[in-house]
């Protein structure tokens, strides 16, 4: 017996238990919002698509790694061979540390921590298997008629934990209360090219491919090159006077802090937070090594040796200067009258001319920033 | 439902469809036994409609359901991090209505529940702070009418005519009346620290956008907005805090403010080195180029909104609106920029702010180079496309101001060119 039907063996009783117990009543809606996490990588509804991560229409029932026309990792096509089957019970398995369950799988999704949420997304995703929706529909709730006002947010709102009533120890109103040191280091993540805010830290390049390669290569590429429209990291040097540039962290960005900060704060899409101190180092380093600024598999990158790395388009940017071009310097008096010689002549029509919601693919069309 | 053919049923049978369109017009048929609109009695007439708590928060007219934001889907790599576009064309008067006001998100719509909402400012300051909502809403608030422009407005626009629709090529704009308290109340009540020079706000949400913004801007006029137009802030706006930068990029108007630090240098984030940098034809890069400039565009007639009335009276509107302050004047040309004639200007005229004119007159049915060009308070007049592109190249992406020309054709279909 494979060890996914074993799962499913110890499991099944337990789940026969749960149906006893006062669970809250997994919700469809709210599993809708859960979805929210899934939705960079996954469609579900009327015409979904692959995306980074197959279509989950009809899921449940589905042999693991079997939606047509996507190309599984050779993990979770294994997986289906040895009998996984997309249940509540594998979901829930699955779902709650994709990584633990189904080794080698190239979702790179760092799992579902609460099981309610788990129970609420699946009810979401039966509603998009046929024959899987909840066979009781929850009663219509009476229309809620509004008796009151509700509360307006002044009221509502509750004051944030406070040591004590504020003590009028600053500004003018003595609004809010002082911030805590936890509190600070909680949100203050940001990072300068001077090295404030660095973290104590380091991480290898070669460190930084294997994160690459798992939590990050389905949308950037192995190379950071890119996978359809997501966006470019590496390359593009010398190409800024070119017809069309190619801007990259190699050949535009002026410093490396910002890689580090925005990918300790935004990255992996969807997944953001999830990476440790030493992750972003290591990934750091990995970007340098895709853009050859560092050469290096063993380089290490630190807090210690940061400020040291300079990119290569570090002189690349001026202040503001739009006043001084010639249209604005005169700031003369418009001309109203024969401006221009000779009939307008059309040189250049509207390239995309059928703007509608669901236009075709414009593949070489301009991209927006 | 009669058999009149409406606007609506055009704009759905596809843009640009010119032809039929102004053969078939709007104006009621004069049959000699009368228009059936007046002469039959219309249910509308008869019966009753819904009571009034059939619509506890109202809705547009069901005639008016194709009024909608629209994307380009194929512009961004997914709708997470995406745009779409405020329908300019169907809009009047100065005000964009909540529900209209274009979308740019960079992870989504965070769904932030306000009472576990605080805005926190750290940094070189005298006593870091946290506040509730309920504290924000202590302060004094005031109202203002902005602008809100995504400095890639008309980005796609840069090396020539793209999209045809002003609602694709100027729709990453909005102006709505928010409500909030100063900034500058907030860094006093904290104590800037005399070496504070910068302000960095930061989101909520799973993009944490942060930009860096100069002292003096944020001490001068910028706003922490809870409303818009008088209800909380919509969530794809926002809520419940948003940044007002007025004049400013849209970008650094951040979204599900959470956190302002300051600082004695700018953060030179992502989205002020990466993105929002104007790459000139020598490879340099402007950056901070903050100011939204002088800018007008015509928004009826244009690709969406056709002439279907045929020769006669013909209403050309507009937008017009300046970063530096208010609009003193809008010109509109009929004959791609040869000759221009002075709109007129209606509705407030509000600092920062969009403004509306108008140009009447008699169309004779020939071909029109409709364009138009605004001049603001400061002197600044709107530049040309050309001369945007002499003076920074193809690849500058942002703040393209340019002139816009609309091709009207003899039979009212509108589309998007360039021009000698």
Redesign the interface.
């Known amino acids: 017996m494979s060890k996914f039907l074993k799962t499913l063996a110890v499991l099944a009783p337990l789940s026969l238990l749960c149906n006893n117990v006062a669970w809250a009543d997994p919700d469809a809606e709210d599993g809708a919002k859960v979805f929210n996490k899934c939705k960079a990588c996954h469609a579900v509804g009327e015409g979904a698509k692959h995306k980074v991560g197959p279509e989950l229409n009809d899921l449940f029932g589905r042999t693991a790694g079997t939606a047509e026309g996507y190309k599984y990792s050779p993990a979770m096509t294994k997986a289906g061979e040895e009998g996984l089957v997309w249940n509540d019970e594998t979901l829930h398995a699955y779902l709650a540390a994709p990584r633990g369950y189904v080794k080698g799988t190239k979702m790179a999704f760092a799992g579902l921590k609460k099981k309610e949420e788990i129970d609420d997304l699946l009810a979401y995703l039966k509603t998009h298997t046929s024959g899987a929706a909840a066979p009781e529909e929850k009663e219509a709730e009476p229309e809620r008629k509004s008796e009151a006002p509700a509360p307006t947010e002044e009221r509502k709102a509750e004051a944030a934990p406070a040591p004590d009533a504020a003590p009028k120890t600053h500004g003018v109103f003595h609004l809010g209360r002082p911030a805590t040191a936890d509190e600070i280091a909680a949100w203050d993540i940001d990072v300068r090219p001077d090295g404030h805010g660095l973290p104590e830290g380091r991480g290898t390049v070669a460190e930084g491919e294997a994160l690459f390669t798992d939590q990050c290569a389905a949308c950037h590429g192995d190379f950071g090159e890119a996978i359809g429209r997501w966006p470019v990291l590496a390359g593009g040097q010398d190409t800024l006077t070119n017809d069309r540039p190619v801007k990259t962290i190699g050949s535009y960005w002026p410093y490396l802090s910002t890689v580090y900060d925005y990918i300790r704060r935004a990255m992996p899409f969807g997944n953001a937070r999830s990476l440790s101190d030493d992750d972003v180092y290591a990934l750091t380093a990995y970007v340098l090594y895709l853009n050859d600024i560092v050469t290096d598999e063993d380089f290490e990158l630190s807090r210690d040796n940061f400020t040291s790395v300079e990119m290569p388009n570090k002189d690349g940017f001026i202040d503001d200067d739009r006043l001084s071009e010639p249209h604005y310097a005169g700031k003369a008096e418009p001309c109203m009258n024969d401006c221009r010689p000779g009939k307008a002549e059309i040189t250049m029509h509207a390239a995309v001319l059928d703007v509608t919601p669901d236009a075709e693919d414009g593949e070489g069309s301009p991209s927006i920033e | 439902m009669t058999n009149t053919p409406t606007r609506r049923s055009f704009m759905k049978g596809?843009?640009?469809a010119g032809a039929a369109l102004a053969a078939a017009g709007l104006a009621a048929p004069a049959r000699a036994e009368g228009d059936p609109a007046i002469t039959e009695i219309q249910d509308w007439n008869r019966y009753s409609g819904p009571g009034v708590?059939a619509s506890?928060y109202g809705k547009p007219s069901k005639f008016e359901a194709g009024v909608v934001r629209?994307?380009?889907?194929?512009?961004?790599?997914?709708?997470?991090?995406s745009?779409n576009f405020t329908p300019l064309h169907e809009l009047d008067g100065i005000i964009t209505p909540n529900g209209l006001c274009f979308e740019r998100h960079?992870?989504?719509v965070a769904?932030i529940d306000?009472?576990k909402h605080?805005l926190?400012?750290?940094?070189l300051v005298?006593?870091?702070?946290?506040?509730?909502?309920?504290?924000?809403?202590?302060?004094p608030r005031e109202n203002h009418v902005y602008f809100l422009e995504c400095a890639?407005n008309s980005?796609?626009e840069?090396?020539?005519?793209?999209?045809?629709?002003c609602?694709?090529t100027h729709g990453m704009i909005h102006c709505v009346m928010y409500t909030g308290v100063k900034l500058k109340?907030l860094l006093?009540?904290?104590?800037v620290k005399t070496n504070g020079k910068w302000v960095?706000p930061?989101g909520a949400d799973?993009?944490?956008m942060?930009r860096s913004i100069p002292m003096e801007k944020a001490m001068e006029d910028c706003l922490v907005a809870?409303r818009m137009n008088g209800e909380?802030l919509r969530p794809e706006q926002g809520y419940?805090l948003r940044l007002v930068v007025p004049g400013w990029e849209g970008n650094m108007w951040v979204k599900w403010l959470?956190?302002l630090?300051v600082?004695d240098?700018p953060?030179?984030?992502?989205e002020e080195?990466?993105?929002?940098?104007d790459?000139l034809?020598?490879?340099?890069?402007?950056?901070?180029?903050?100011?939204m400039?002088v800018k007008s565009v015509i928004t009826s007639p244009s690709?969406q909104a056709p002439i279907t009335h045929g020769r006669g009276r013909t209403v050309v509107t507009g937008l017009a609106w300046s970063g530096t302050g208010r609009i003193k004047r809008v010109?509109v040309s009929l004959?791609?920029?040869?000759?221009?004639?002075t709109a007129r200007l209606d509705g407030p005229s509000l600092p920062k702010a969009l403004h509306r004119f108008y140009h009447e007159f008699d169309w004779d049915g020939s071909e029109l180079?409709l364009q138009s060009?605004a001049?603001d308070e400061a002197?600044?007049?709107q530049?040309?496309k050309q001369?945007?592109r002499a003076?920074?190249g193809?690849?500058s992406?942002?703040?393209n101001n340019g002139i816009q020309?609309w091709?009207v054709a003899t039979d009212g279909a509108v589309?998007?060119?360039?021009?000698?």
């Open positions: 596809g843009l640009g708590d506890p629209r994307n380009v889907a194929w512009l961004t790599a997914d709708p997470v991090s745009v960079h992870a989504g769904e306000p009472h605080r926190m400012i750290n940094g005298e006593t870091p702070l946290v506040f509730t909502m309920a504290d924000l809403m202590r302060f890639a980005g796609m840069w090396r020539g005519a793209q999209l045809n629709g609602q694709y109340h006093d009540e904290a104590g960095m930061e799973a993009s944490a942060t809870f909380a419940p959470r956190r630090e600082g240098e953060w030179q984030a992502r080195t990466s993105k929002y940098t790459l034809a020598n490879g340099k890069a402007r950056r901070f180029t903050f100011l400039d690709p010109d004959d791609g920029g040869r000759n221009w004639v180079f060009r001049m002197g600044f007049v530049p040309t001369e945007l003076a920074r193809p690849n992406i942002y703040h020309t091709h589309e998007n060119v360039e021009i000698s």
